[in-house]
Nanobody, 121 residues
Framework: VQLQASGGGQVQVGGSLRLSCVAS????????MAWFRQAPENERAFVAAIDWMGERTYYADSVKGRFTISRDNAKNTVYLQMNTLSPEDTAVYYCAGDPSGGLEVRFYDYWGQGTLVTVSS
């Protein structure tokens, strides 16, 4: 399984970005997907997760109401729409996938390479 994340960049406070992650896997619908982020000198932290068919989503408290995770199984792609960005959202964002899924790093075996999001004031 290979995951390719994209969509990061620099944005001003209050702006929006949409991250994408394309999975090279035959049976994408058997993988729960998630986004994590890692700021400098911090551990990788959970951001959002979505179940296999996109019916259930989960969010970290810090992003609830601002970020939306979604998936398009026909395109083997998971998205993270990020609105009302703040400097605290600055981090490298990683997509992750696993047949089981969960809300912690340890539950995911497959990871993308990361995409940098920088929010400037």
């Amino acid at each position: 399984v290979q995951l390719q994340a994209s969509g990061g960049g620099q944005v001003q406070v209050g702006g929006s970005l949409r991250l994408s992650c394309v999975a090279s896997v035959r049976s994408f619908t058997t993988y729960a997907m998630a986004w994590f982020r890692q700021a400098p000198e911090n551990e990788r932290a959970f951001v959002a997760a979505i179940d296999w068919m996109g019916e259930r989503t989960y969010y970290a408290d810090s992003v609830k109401g601002r970020f939306t995770i979604s998936r398009d199984n026909a395109k083997n792609t998971v998205y993270l729409q990020m609105n009302t960005l703040s400097p605290e959202d600055t981090a490298v964002y990683y997509c992750a996938g696993d047949p089981s899924g969960g809300l912690e790093v340890r539950f995911y075996d497959y990871w993308g390479q990361g995409t940098l999001v920088t929010v400037s004031s």
